[in-house]
């Protein structure tokens, strides 16, 4: 795990700030602390694969391949203490701060529920399949799994299964976003393509998908989607390199960024700073070497924040609705 | 102009038996009277863009629309259910093709990705894939593995939006990395680990040969005797054997679904030349020529495949039998034709020579290396036409008792069944 320092040099075409250092092999997850500027970034080389903050921002998650979920107390410098056991490794978590409970998602096929201070889950929740994605916003859950399998929960009512739903897309899902208002949520796949699916069968009709992150014929999948906390505004990022901002009320792109033509590049995850002005981060392995891109608001005035800056992750009102005659 | 002024009740409801001997006139009314038809027809002009819930966007929302947008944007995949299974069921819904935006942003397309075909696959609405329909399924079907075929190959897939899948057994690109990087610390050498991949990577996408060239969609009535035919999931079998015993859990699962989704095909293509021709996708990483015609790094595969599938010689799998057979049949010059490919790749991304990587000795960063490149070589593998493959597609044929109808191969049983 790696937590930044002072930003150094610019070298990739979207003149972002890197991360001093990044951990040494690529990096699975990342997460921003709700509290401070802190970012957790989570990397292979222990084959951990997901990371929460706790909403006191003083406490890390980081579960992964070692089936294991460890609570790392960071101001007190303590050891990490295990809270968590599954019986295949663990491909997301998310802490609940409205429950006070911890979520986690395995290949096992279950969601579990912790209450940190005892050692056997509150609840085990039985997935179709194996669990791929995860997206929380209370009281709103959804868990991707294989085969294309989506579960809505009703976290205050987290015991049934709120719906169930094929995904709309045709390829296996990879990343899940719920929206910030709770509607429903955008489900991205490995086909390059991202669905907006509504929760209420009377706003279905506004479900689409759209492609994104492609290149000729290389369909490359969508890594993950992530959604700015004051615009309604998401940003996706795919294996091709790119990620881009999008509107789903206007369907449009907003933003594309500069691709990374680097051998190898990836952009594997984002994650958009919960706070006022918004730090738009995202890792992209090259090679073997991983970093962890973000702008700094800090070196305000230059272009380094550039795809920070309101106007232009903001949305833009809808181009149709005038020409209709 | 008739003698009376006064309109034909009969031309309004549409059936007026006189026609143009009717005495009285025949006009649409001119003032606003209530049409039963009501809600579509005199809106085209209405001022309000939004769709009425009982108009199908007929009139209103229908633009034709000139270039195909690379996004896809405003396709609707209205969520409508399939009879017969346990999923939400929806009241019926918007019409395929409603699209509802008819000015697009063009804004940032200058940079957007090359436009793709305007062949946005048809959201069905009302997807049930009864016999009327299955036409379209089919096409859809085979558009989508014609044209939509994502870089990652071990994927399920399914036609219909919303609808189950036509091919089960997912697996992501954590789960591979992991179980890589688990049979790394369990000291499992490299080639071994490309070796299972190519395996699954194959297995996968003769499931998806399977489809294309029967398109028949689930739903409808997969015939249980292909399951032994095909084996094609339980290629998982070998796998498993290896040992790596705490990934079970998530494997086995694919050996037991798999079979059962595979398209429904008696006449499974045996003995066909091409049977493993995969459609060549023009993939960044497509070579075949490579520069190294040394066995070099991954030439060592010949000795080590057959025994590390050993175990499993005696199952019906197919990538059992497969490689069990490969020394008889296939020369080992066809390995390193796949072996070089990977070679070319690992050159590829690390530009350090390739003896770097035969060092089996395995530290973490050529665990590292296993990940990356195995993943990309699992792309490059689509370019390989193997003749071992086309040997023997599936070899579990000739173990089976009694033949369908279909499935009577048309070569002669290889040596090694001949008793």
């Known amino acids: 795990m790696a937590t930044f320092g002072a930003s150094t040099t610019n070298v990739n075409p979207n003149r972002?700030?890197?991360?001093a250092s990044p951990p040494s092999d690529s990096v699975s997850s990342l997460c921003f602390s709700s509290k401070a500027n802190h970012l957790i970034a989570t990397s292979w080389d222990n084959q951990v694969l997901c990371s929460a903050w706790k909403d006191d921002g003083t406490t890390v998650f980081s579960g992964g391949c070692d089936k294991q979920v460890k609570m790392w107390p960071l101001l007190s410098g303590g050891q990490p203490v295990t809270v968590a056991m599954h019986d295949a490794p663990i491909k997301e978590l998310a802490w609940i701060p409205e429950m006070s409970l911890l979520v986690t998602g395995s290949?096992?096929?279950?969601?579990r529920y912790w209450d940190l201070r005892q050692p056997n889950p509150t609840w085990v929740q039985q997935l179709p399949e194996r669990c791929y994605a995860l997206t929380v916003k209370h009281p709103l859950m959804v868990v991707g799994t294989a085969d294309r399998n989506l579960v809505v929960f009703n976290l205050q009512n987290p015991q049934t299964e709120f719906k169930r739903v094929v995904s709309p897309l045709k390829y296996q899902t990879r990343c899940l976003a719920a929206f910030p208002d709770r509607q429903g949520f955008l489900v991205g796949s490995i086909e390059g393509r991202v669905g907006v699916h509504h929760l209420d069968d009377a706003q279905s009709s506004k479900n689409f998908t759209f492609k994104c992150h492609r290149d000729g014929n290389d369909i490359y999948s969508v890594n993950s989607l992530n959604f700015h906390p004051v615009h309604q505004t998401f940003a996706t990022a795919g294996s091709d390199g790119a990620f881009?901002?999008?509107?789903?009320?206007?369907?449009?792109?907003?933003?594309?960024?500069?691709r990374f033509v680097t051998t190898g590049a990836k952009v594997l995850k984002i994650t958009i700073h919960q706070q006022q002005r918004p730090i738009f981060t995202y890792i992209s392995p090259r090679r073997l070497r991983s970093r962890a891109n973000h702008g700094l608001e800090q070196a305000v005035g230059s272009e380094v924040s550039s795809y920070s800056r309101g106007a232009e992750v903001k949305g833009k009102p809808r181009a149709g609705t005038s020409g209709r005659k | 102009m008739p003698p009376k002024k006064e309109l034909c009740r009969y031309f309004q409801r549409g059936s007026c038996q006189y026609g143009t001997r009717c005495k009285f006139l025949h006009t649409t009314p001119q003032q606003s009277q209530s049409n039963p038809f009501g809600f579509g027809a005199q809106t085209s002009r209405s001022p309000n863009p939004q769709p009425n819930p009982f108009s199908f966007g007929a009139q209103t929302s229908r633009t034709p629309n000139p270039q195909p947008n690379p996004f896809g944007f405003g396709v609707q995949s209205s969520a409508h259910s399939r009879r017969g299974d346990g999923f939400v069921s929806k009241p019926n819904q918007?019409?395929?093709?409603?699209?509802?935006?008819?000015?697009?942003?063009?804004?940032?397309?200058?940079?957007?990705?090359?436009?793709?075909q305007a062949n946005n696959q048809p959201s069905a609405a009302n997807h049930t894939c009864t016999a009327t329909d299955i036409e379209s399924c089919k096409r859809v079907i085979l558009e989508d593995l014609e044209n939509e075929k994502p870089l990652w190959k071990l994927t399920c897939y399914g036609h219909s939006r919303n609808g189950p899948?036509?091919?089960?057994g997912d697996i992501s690109y954590d789960e591979l990395r992991a179980l890589a990087y688990d049979d790394a610390k369990h000291g499992k050498d490299i080639a071994s680990i490309v070796e299972r991949e190519r395996n699954l990577l194959n297995s996968k996408l003769l499931e998806f040969q399977n489809l294309a060239q029967n398109p028949y969609p689930v739903s409808s009535a997969p015939t249980p005797s292909s399951q032994n035919m095909f084996g094609g999931?339980?290629?998982?079998?070998?796998?498993?054997?290896?040992?790596?015993s705490s990934q079970v859990s998530s494997f086995s699962q694919l050996s037991g679904s798999s079979n059962t989704r595979s398209a429904a095909a008696p006449n499974f293509s045996f003995g066909q030349p091409n049977a493993f021709q995969n459609n060549t996708q023009p993939s960044s990483f497509q070579t075949n020529n490579s520069p190294f015609n040394t066995p070099g790094s991954f030439g060592i595969q010949p000795q080590h495949s057959p025994q590390s599938f050993s175990p499993s010689g005696t199952t019906s799998s197919n990538n059992g039998a497969i490689s069990a057979q490969q020394n008889p049949f296939s020369t080992p010059a066809s390995l390193p034709q796949t072996g070089n490919g990977a070679g070319k790749q690992l050159n590829f991304f690390t530009n350090e020579p390739i003896s770097a990587s035969s060092s089996i000795g395995l530290t973490n960063t050529s665990t590292q290396l296993i990940s990356f490149y195995v993943l990309l070589m699992l792309i490059n593998l689509l370019s390989n036409n193997t003749p071992k493959e086309n040997a023997n597609v599936d070899a579990g044929i000739w173990t089976k008792v009694e033949w369908n109808v279909g499935e009577i191969p048309e070569e002669e049983p290889p040596a090694i069944y001949i008793n």
């Open chain 2, 233 to 244: 999931g339980s290629t998982i079998a070998p796998v498993v054997n290896n040992g790596f």
């Open chain 1, 16 to 19: 972002s700030a890197e991360v």
């Open chain 1, 244 to 258: 881009n901002f999008w509107d789903k009320d206007s369907k449009q792109r907003l933003k594309a960024m500069l």
């Open chain 1, 107 to 111: 290949w096992d096929k279950t969601l």
């Open chain 2, 165 to 168: 899948c036509d091919i089960v």
């Open chain 2, 94 to 116: 918007v019409k395929p093709f409603d699209n509802k935006w008819s000015r697009f942003s063009n804004v940032n397309n200058s940079s957007a990705p090359a436009s793709r």
